[in-house]
C-alpha cells in the first residue's frame, strides 16, 4: 500500500492510495490538464484511477472533479448531503454513487472509511482508506475534534493531518475579522495546537507516517507545523512530513 499528494493547500487538494489493482484520488480542486500533469510526476495515468472520493463541496477539494472524472471515465463517491448542494453538477454523469457519512464502503482492494468532521459544510467527511494490512488516516479540513474523529483515526499505520494555521500569524494577519473567526471557529480549520492536541490524543503506536497538510500560504509555516506535531509525538521535526500546494508530497509506501 502506497499514498502520495498533488497538492494541498487553498488551492487546490488532491491524495492517491493505492493498492493491488486499485488506486483512488481523494479530491480534485485542480483543473482538467493541471490534474494531469500532477499525476503523472507520480508516473500515475488518469484512466487507472478507479474512483475519485470527495470530501466535501468546497471548490478547491470538487472544483475539478466533474470535468476530470466525465474525461476519464471515473466513478466518483459523494456523500448525500453534499450531493444535495452541488449535485447538479453531476447531472449527466453515470457513475456518481452517494454514501452517508457514517457507512464504510469497498472499492476494488481498498476499505473506505469516512467519517463525518466539524466544517462548513453539508457534510463534510474526512477519510481512512485500508487494504486489511494497513490504514491512512487522511484528515485535512476540520474546525474540531470528536471522539468519533479520534476513534477513527486511532492506530493508523499513517496520517495526513491539518495544520492549516498558526494561531498568532492569523490573529495579527490583514485577514478581515470575519474571516479570522470563520477560519478559527469550530467549523473551520485546524490550527498547529489544535493538530498536535489532536495527534497526541490518538493511538500512534503503529504509525509510520505523519504528514501536515493544507497549510496556509499566508498564516502558517512548515516548520511551525513540523514543530508543533513533533511535540506531540515527542519526536524530530525531521521526521515530519510536510504536503505543499505545488507539488503536494511523493509516495510514501507502507
Not at 491539518?162 to 469550530?186: F, T, V, W
Amino acid at each position: 500500500m502506497r499514498f502520495a499528494s498533488i497538492g494541498s493547500g487553498s488551492e487546490g487538494n488532491g491524495l492517491v492510495v493505492e493498492s493491488g489493482d486499485t488506486r483512488i484520488l481523494i479530491d480534485c480542486g485542480f483543473g482538467v490538464k493541471d490534474t494531469a500533469s500532477r499525476l503523472a510526476r507520480l508516473g500515475i495515468e488518469p484512466e487507472s484511477l478507479a474512483a475519485i472520493l470527495v470530501t466535501h463541496e468546497h471548490t478547491d477539494h470538487v472544483g475539478g472533479v466533474p470535468a476530470f472524472a466525465t474525461k476519464y471515465g471515473i466513478a466518483v463517491y459523494i456523500t448525500f448531503g453534499t450531493l444535495q448542494v452541488i449535485g447538479e453538477r453531476f447531472a449527466e454523469m453515470d457513475r456518481v454513487y452517494g454514501f452517508d457519512s457514517h457507512d464504510s464502503f469497498a472499492i476494488g482492494d481498498l476499505m473506505v472509511q469516512p467519517f463525518p468532521v466539524p466544517h462548513d459544510a453539508r457534510e463534510p467527511v474526512q477519510f481512512v482508506v485500508g487494504d486489511g494490512v494497513h490504514r491512512v488516516g487522511v484528515l485535512t479540513d476540520i474546525g474540531s475534534s470528536t471522539r468519533y474523529v479520534q476513534a477513527s483515526l486511532s492506530g493508523c499505520d499513517a496520517l495526513v493531518l491539518e495544520c492549516n494555521h498558526d494561531a498568532e500569524m492569523l490573529a495579527y494577519s490583514d485577514y478581515p475579522y470575519s474571516l479570522k473567526q470563520r477560519i478559527a471557529g469550530r467549523y473551520g480549520h485546524l490550527c498547529n495546537e489544535g493538530a498536535a492536541a489532536l495527534l497526541g490524543s490518538l493511538d500512534n503506536t503503529r504509525l509510520k507516517h505523519i504528514v501536515a497538510a493544507h497549510l496556509s500560504q499566508q498564516n502558517n509555516t512548515p516548520e511551525r507545523a513540523r514543530a508543533a506535531l513533533a511535540g506531540a509525538l515527542n519526536c524530530s521535526a525531521d521526521w515530519i512530513g510536510v504536503a505543499d500546494q505545488a507539488t503536494g508530497f511523493d509516495w510514501r509506501m507502507l
